[in-house]
């Protein structure tokens, strides 16, 4: 199989979670780079699109897009890459970084909201979805606070524990639904 990571990150823990990603499955990864890169118009759905890739899409089996969820939204830099690749697309796999804890999820600022949209979007293309909320590596008093979640990011002192074994299972996992 092989296998393209698709990034954004705006504060550093998606790409982190990229570098980790392609680091386990020996891949290629590109970050996805908005026209305009502008938060707040972000916020408000404002959004001009995506620079083209180096990568041709159609070269690869699967796609793994990792890119965050903001305010339970699935973020027009990650929007607009599926929208502007969909046919070209075979197989996709999101992931994320993202503040909303697992029991939160489908919430109104969840990530599962976000999963089903990615998965009505992609219907049979989407292989599956899979978050891994900053809580995990923050301490158990913190797991919570929205204020810990943005003031955390992830890296390699941080990385382990819970998050890893998830990260495991999540390699595990990519490499099952590759089939023979």
């Given at each position: 199989?092989?296998?393209?990571?698709?990034?954004?990150?705006?504060?550093?823990?998606?790409?982190?979670?990229?570098?980790?990603?392609?680091?386990?499955?020996?891949?290629?990864?590109?970050?996805?780079?908005?026209?305009?890169?502008?938060?707040?118009?972000?916020?408000?759905?404002?959004?001009?699109?995506?620079?083209?890739?180096?990568?041709?899409?159609?070269?690869?089996?699967?796609?793994?897009?990792?890119?965050?969820?903001?305010?339970?939204?699935?973020?027009?830099?990650?929007?607009s890459f599926v929208n502007k690749y969909?046919?070209?697309?075979?197989?996709?796999?999101?992931?994320?970084?993202?503040?909303?804890?697992?029991?939160?999820?489908?919430?109104?600022?969840?990530?599962?909201?976000?999963?089903?949209?990615?998965?009505?979007?992609?219907n049979d293309k989407c292989l599956f979805?899979?978050?891994?909320?900053?809580?995990?590596?923050?301490?158990?008093?913190?797991?919570?606070?929205?204020?810990?979640?943005?003031?955390?990011?992830?890296?390699?002192?941080?990385?382990?524990?819970?998050?890893?074994?998830?990260?495991?299972?999540?390699?595990?996992?990519?490499?099952?639904?590759?089939?023979?």
């Amino acid at each position: 199989m092989k296998t393209l990571i698709v990034y954004y990150s705006n504060k550093g823990s998606n790409r982190y979670l990229a570098y980790k990603i392609a680091g386990a499955l020996v891949c290629e990864m590109e970050e996805i780079k908005p026209r305009l890169n502008v938060f707040t118009l972000f916020l408000i759905n404002i959004h001009l699109g995506i620079k083209s890739l180096k990568h041709n899409i159609e070269d690869f089996d699967t796609i793994i897009l990792c890119g965050p969820i903001w305010m339970g939204r699935f973020i027009p830099p990650l929007r607009s890459f599926v929208n502007k690749y969909h046919e070209s697309i075979r197989k996709l796999i999101f992931v994320t970084c993202c503040g909303s804890p697992y029991s939160k999820k489908d919430e109104k600022l969840g990530h599962g909201l976000v999963f089903k949209e990615v998965e009505k979007i992609m219907n049979d293309k989407c292989l599956f979805c899979q978050a891994f909320p900053v809580g995990l590596v923050l301490p158990d008093d913190q797991m919570e606070d929205p204020e810990a979640f943005m003031k955390t990011h992830l890296n390699n002192d941080n990385f382990k524990g819970e998050i890893q074994e998830r990260l495991d299972g999540f390699i595990q996992k990519v490499k099952e639904s590759a089939g023979p």
